[in-house]
Every structure is written in structure tokens, then in C-alpha cells.
């Protein structure tokens, strides 16, 4: 049973490279998102998606791009690293059954130095 | 303009006594609060949460109060143990699922 799957772990950037953050459910929900959280702060709602072929922006989506082909997969691209960006990254995903609490990932620590 | 505050960032109680965790909220249009705990290196996970047309719930240990007409919410644990130490989020459930979320409160239960 593993719910949300985030890779990689762990991600240290220089300014100005690009990456994707990945991310896949297994529990055939249409709804995902991704959050960023910075320290003593809450989760930002960067990204949205509900259902494949639909996304959204959500509170902060600025420097980050996204794509849904698949109900499983929200991958989160990261066009020119910024050290603003630095932070952890959850991606989190639910029925759209309202109202539906988010299963997140484990979540992704990137650094851009 | 922060609409989902949780003004406390840490809290720390005695093993066996009541946790009181509270967070208010700006936006009216919020029909459903929900309630996250999350420990170091993982993420957030579902507690328990309310529906606007109600006042409280209660799921084992952990209870929600919602108070609309001031915007008010708190989360009650009795008894706290020590594995309820992590970082208590609150989030408000709004317009097209999206869910804005408090800046957490870390509770320390010390044994």
C-alpha cells in the first residue's frame, strides 16, 4: 500500500538548473497537488490538478510548471532554479468527494545554492 | 493577508493532560476544517475534521470545536501522551478542494 510516492528524497540544485520533482498515487485519486513549506510556515498550494489533462495554479505557482497525462503521475518542474526555492516540497492527492482530506508524500528537500 | 492563522507556534503540556490547540480563520466562505499532525521527515497526516453545520467532533482522544461566529477552532487531545509530539496543522477547505493551511503549532507532550 503505498499511497504517494515522491522521488528524489533529497535535491541539491545550482542556481539556474532545471529539474522535476516526480510524484504517483496508487490510490486512483483525481485530485492532486503540490505544497512547499518553508521553515515556520505553512503549506503553500504551488500546483493543481483535478484530473488528468486539467491543472491549476494555486497561491505561488511562479518559477513552477506542471503537466497531468495520467491519473497516477503530477510531476512538478522546476524551469531555472531560483535560491528562493529552496524549501521541502509535499505533494499530496484525494478523491474529489467533498470534502476529501489530502494523503501526502514524505516529501522532497531541495537546496539551491 | 493570512487567512487561516494559527497564533501559537509551540505548545508544551504534561503527559496526561489536556492539549488545547487553536486556529482562526478570515474567510467565510470556508465550509470545512480539517486537522493534520506531522512528525520530522514525513509528511502531514489526516486527524480529524469538522463540518462547518457542526460544532464539535470527537474521534477517540481528539476532539474539534468550530465556533463560526468567531471564526474559531480549536483541537483538544485528552489525555496527551508523548507520541502526540509533531507539528499540528489546521487547514480550511474551500473553493474547488483547494485547502489553505495554518502555519502549525509544534506540540510537546513531555512525558
Known amino acids: 500500500n503505498a499511497g504517494v510516492t515522491q522521488t528524489p528524497k533529497f535535491q541539491v540544485l545550482k542556481t539556474g538548473q532545471s529539474m522535476t520533482l516526480q510524484c504517483a498515487q496508487d490510490?486512483?485519486?483525481?485530485?492532486m497537488s503540490w505544497y512547499r513549506q518553508d521553515p515556520g510556515m505553512g503549506l503553500r498550494l504551488i500546483h493543481y490538478?483535478?484530473?488528468?489533462?486539467?491543472?491549476d495554479q494555486g497561491e505561488v505557482p511562479n518559477g513552477y510548471n506542471v503537466s497531468r497525462s495520467t491519473t497516477e503521475d503530477f510531476p512538478l518542474r522546476l524551469l531555472s532554479a531560483a535560491p528562493s526555492q529552496t524549501s521541502v516540497y509535499f505533494c499530496?492527492?484525494?478523491?474529489?468527494?467533498?470534502?476529501?482530506?489530502?494523503?501526502f508524500g514524505n516529501g522532497t528537500r531541495l537546496t539551491v545554492t | 493577508d493570512q487567512q487561516v492563522k494559527q497564533n501559537s507556534p509551540s505548545l508544551s503540556v504534561q503527559e496526561g493532560r489536556i492539549s488545547i490547540l487553536n486556529c482562526d480563520y478570515t474567510n467565510s466562505m470556508f465550509d470545512y476544517f480539517l486537522w493534520y499532525k506531522k512528525y520530522p521527515a514525513e509528511g502531514p497526516t489526516f486527524l480529524i475534521s469538522i463540518s462547518s453545520i457542526k460544532d464539535k467532533n470527537e474521534d477517540g482522544r481528539f476532539t474539534v470545536f468550530l465556533n463560526k461566529s468567531a471564526k474559531h477552532l480549536s483541537l483538544h487531545i485528552v489525555p496527551s501522551q508523548p507520541g502526540d509530539s509533531a507539528v499540528y496543522f489546521c487547514?480550511?477547505?474551500?473553493?474547488?478542494?483547494?485547502?489553505?493551511f495554518g502555519d502549525g503549532t509544534t506540540l510537546t507532550v513531555k512525558p
Open positions: 490538478s483535478v484530473g488528468a489533462g486539467i491543472t
Open positions: 490510490m486512483n485519486h483525481e485530485y
Open positions: 499530496a492527492s484525494s478523491s474529489t468527494g467533498l470534502p476529501s482530506p489530502l494523503h
Open positions: 487547514a480550511a477547505y474551500g473553493n474547488a478542494g483547494k485547502s489553505t
